[in-house]
């Protein structure tokens, strides 16, 4: 169980709880500078970030350990059924409430650079892991 949480959980929980955090932060923020000192959408605003972000971090625990080659190809495997989860989400949603005119699109504006955010964190990822490990493996041809 110790391997499974180190290997495969530990930085996708970390990575939730952060953006979630820096997401509520930020949305405060925003509220307060506008003179709003209350959340107008309440409890269930929360609750929506917290099941965006969730998306997210599937999102990045799918393209960082999906074997696939190609990591654009990889990316887009990943990107369609994600955002296709994120449109449910929204419809779902509006089936409770009434959503705002823009909901897709916005959700689609946010879900999409969020996704290209943990994109680049993965590529940038892999670049260093495959710098380190053929310098390793330089290493060990030249010894």
Known sequence: MKELWNRYLKIPAFLYFMLYTLATIANSIFYLVQGTYEDPSGNWHEIDRA?????????????????IKNFLLKVLTVYVP?????????????????????????????????????????????IIRKKKSTAISDKQTRK
């Open 51 to 67: 099941v965006l972000v969730l998306i997210v971090v599937i999102a990045f625990a799918l393209i960082r350990y999906i074997k």
């Open 82 to 126: 994600t955002m296709l989860l994120v449109f449910i989400y929204v419809f779902i949603r509006g089936l409770t409430v009434e959503l705002a005119g823009s909901a897709y699109r916005d959700v689609f504006i946010n879900y999409t650079a969020g996704f290209i955010i943990v994109s680049i964190i993965v590529f940038i990822i892999t």
